[in-house]
C-alpha cells in the first residue's frame, strides 16, 4: 500500500510555504520603513492558504501529450494575491508602513509558522512510527 505524502501531511507544507511568503513581504516592508513612497504590502493568509489548497490537481489529473513526458515541471499553485495596507497615519511622504504593525505582524506570522512546523514535524515521526510498527 503507498502512502500519500499529501494526505499524511495535509495542509502543512503549503501553509509553511504561504508563511515564508508572508515573512518576506513583511521584512520588506520593515525594510522601507524610511523609503518615500514606498506601499506596505501583505497577504491574506487564509483566503490565500484556502486558494492554493482548492487549486492544486491531483497527480490523476495531470495529462501528458506522449508517454515520455514528466507533466508539469511549473508551479500548480497560483501566485498569491499582493494587498496594499491601509495605514491609521499616513505620513507626508506617502510611505504607509507603520513600524509597530509591520514588528507586530513578522512576530505573529513567525509564531504560527513555528506552531505549523511543530504540527508537521509530529506528522513525519508519526510516519515514521507507522513505518517502524510502532
Same mark, same amino acid.
Given at each position: 500500500?503507498?502512502?500519500?505524502?499529501?494526505?499524511?501531511?495535509?495542509?502543512?507544507?503549503?501553509?509553511?510555504?504561504?508563511?515564508?511568503?508572508?515573512?518576506?513581504?513583511?521584512?520588506?516592508?520593515? =525594510? #522601507?520603513?524610511?523609503? @518615500?513612497? !514606498?506601499?506596505?504590502?501583505?497577504?491574506?493568509?487564509? =483566503? =490565500?492558504?484556502?486558494?492554493?489548497?482548492?487549486?492544486? @490537481?491531483?497527480?490523476?489529473?495531470?495529462?501528458?501529450?506522449?508517454?515520455?513526458?514528466?507533466?508539469?515541471?511549473?508551479?500548480?499553485?497560483?501566485?498569491?494575491?499582493?494587498? !496594499?495596507?491601509? @495605514?491609521?497615519? @499616513?505620513?507626508?511622504?506617502?510611505?504607509?508602513?507603520?513600524?509597530?504593525?509591520?514588528?507586530?505582524?513578522?512576530?505573529? #506570522?513567525?509564531?504560527?509558522?513555528?506552531?505549523?512546523?511543530?504540527?508537521?514535524?509530529?506528522?513525519?515521526?508519526?510516519?515514521?512510527?507507522?513505518?517502524?510498527?510502532?
Amino acid at each position: 500500500m503507498a502512502i500519500s505524502f499529501d494526505k499524511a501531511l495535509g495542509l502543512y507544507e503549503s501553509a509553511l510555504k504561504l508563511r515564508s511568503e508572508k515573512a518576506q513581504l513583511l521584512s520588506s516592508n520593515l =525594510a #522601507n520603513t524610511d523609503t @518615500p513612497g !514606498y506601499k506596505a504590502r501583505d497577504i491574506d493568509f487564509h =483566503a =490565500a492558504l484556502e486558494s492554493r489548497l482548492n487549486s492544486k @490537481p491531483s497527480a490523476s489529473s495531470l495529462r501528458v501529450s506522449r508517454e515520455g513526458h514528466a507533466g508539469s515541471m511549473g508551479s500548480v499553485t497560483p501566485m498569491t494575491e499582493i494587498q !496594499y495596507r491601509v @495605514p491609521t497615519q @499616513p505620513s507626508i511622504d506617502g510611505n504607509t508602513v507603520e513600524e509597530h504593525v509591520e514588528h507586530s505582524e513578522f512576530m505573529k #506570522n513567525s509564531l504560527e509558522f513555528q506552531t505549523a512546523f511543530t504540527l508537521l514535524n509530529s506528522r513525519f515521526k508519526g510516519l515514521i512510527g507507522a513505518l517502524k510498527g510502532e
